[in-house]
């Protein structure tokens, strides 16, 4: 069983820049949106609301936190970002749309995707009483130092 995928999203690569993904999306691109889009869209992090403002205020002083918030919850419910709580009280933002698990780094708290087929997960179906339409597996550890020689 695979997750419910939302609605097919404009892959970033087809579009010259975020002001375009954001009107693709039905965002109006002002200054802050734009702002926002540059970073978080294009990470490979899983930034917290609190990450993106401040990121997102060293470029532009004047944005707020409530705009940065609400952007963030804008641009999940457009199909842009996902929002995750992979642990108690903190919500992240990953711009994968894809189907992926992620792993968790003990030491660091940095947040890794793990691609779909590295996992199996097996007898979703055969849970009584739930109907599932999406999960992720969530691991958390340390990661291998690796050796060079």
């Known amino acids: 069983m695979r997750p419910t995928k939302p609605a097919k999203p404009i892959p970033a690569s087809t579009v010259r820049n975020e002001a ?3 009107e ?3 965002v109006l691109p002002s200054a802050q949106r734009l702002a926002i ?3 978080v869209l294009r990470t490979d992090e899983h930034p917290s609301a609190d990450q993106v403002f401040a990121k997102v205020q060293r470029a532009l002083p004047m944005v707020s936190r409530a705009t940065v918030y609400n952007t963030l919850n804008l641009f999940v419910d457009k199909g842009l970002l996902r929002a995750h709580v992979l642990a108690e009280g903190k919500v992240v933002f990953d711009p994968n ?3 992926h698990h992620h ?3 003990e030491e660091t708290g940095a947040i890794h995707d793990v691609p779909w ?4 997960v097996s007898n979703v179906d055969a ?3 739930f109907d599932v339409h999406e999960y992720q597996v969530v691991l958390r550890g340390k ?3 690796v050796r060079t020689s």
């Open 117 to 120: 087929s590295a996992l199996a």
């Open 143 to 145: 990661l291998k130092k």
């Open 127 to 129: 849970l009584e009483g």
């Open 103 to 105: 792993f968790i780094d």
């Open 24 to 26: 693709r999306h039905g």
């Open 97 to 99: 749309l894809e189907p």
């Open 20 to 22: 375009e993904l954001l």
């Open 37 to 39: 889009a540059q970073y």
